[in-house]
T-cell receptor, first 112, second 113 residues
Framework: QKEVEQNSGPLSVPEGAIASLNCTYS??????FFWYRQYSGKSPELIMF????GDKEDGRFTAQLNKASQYVSLLIRDSQPSDSATYLC????????????FGTGTRLTIIP | ETGVTQTPRHLVMGMTNKKSLKCEQH?????MYWYKQSAKKPLELMFV???????ENNSVPSRFSPECPNSSHLFLHLHTLQPEDSALYLC????????????FGEGSWLTVV
């Protein structure tokens, strides 16, 4: 059983629309949740993290966490072509980094 | 530029070779990590060092040998690798290992022939 699951995509979204990326996790003890963006040939970069149930907004990005249902999502409003990348969900069972478990990532393409 | 520099960026080695990957961080961090990224697979944590001490070895085969001489430098020594070890090896660092943001280097693309 995969610990962190993501739809590999590709997910195609028209420019200006909302892109919705989903992630489910298996460990109910998970505490911290992260979204990384990885452009092709580049390293992952952190764009959002969330610890508490509910929504967390940062600019065009909103992370949503539902611990009861064991899912975390990332919404990107007003999608831009520069948002085209692979988005990695990562989860840890404590507030540390040592057990950070990544999903395989969802490839997002924004269509102009 | 994330402040984490990896060399070489690309490496091709035979199964009998010995080579090393180098990572240097200029961020004043105390924790450093090696991750492996293979096609169609999740990023896989290999090793964690916190204040130069290894705190995590994620059941990595002994043909991968890490070395952390100080908090700014991390090496991954490679010997007698297998073709299935071909992957992108990512170094990362964070302030410490207690939940701070992890910054990744650009990675070293390794091909074992």
């Amino acid at each position: 059983q995969k610990e962190v699951e993501q739809n590999s995509g590709p997910l195609s979204v028209p420019e200006g629309a909302i892109a919705s990326l989903n992630c489910t996790y298996s460990d109910r003890g998970s505490q911290s949740f992260f979204w990384y963006r990885q452009y092709s040939g580049k390293s992952p970069e952190l764009i959002m993290f969330i610890y508490s149930n509910g929504d967390k907004e940062d600019g065009r990005f909103t992370a949503q966490l539902n611990k009861a249902s064991q899912y975390v999502s990332l919404l990107i409003r007003d999608s831009q072509p520069s948002d085209s990348a692979t988005y990695l969900c990562a989860v840890t069972t404590n507030f540390g980094n040592e057990k950070l478990t990544f999903g395989t990532g969802t490839r997002l393409t924004i269509i102009p | 530029e994330t402040g984490v520099t990896q060399t070489p960026r690309h490496l091709v080695m035979g199964m009998t070779n010995k080579k090393s990957l180098k990572c240097e961080q200029h961020l004043g961090h105390n924790a450093m990590y090696w991750y492996k990224q293979s096609a169609k697979k999740p990023l896989e944590l290999m090793f964690v060092y916190n204040f130069k001490e290894q705190t995590e070895n994620n059941s990595v085969p002994s043909r991968f040998s890490p070395e952390c001489p100080n908090s700014s430098h991390l090496f991954l020594h490679l010997h007698t690798l297998q073709p299935e070890d071909s992957a992108l090896y990512l170094c990362a660092s964070s302030q410490d290992n207690t939940g701070n943001t992890i910054y990744f280097g650009e990675g070293s693309w390794l091909t074992v022939v």
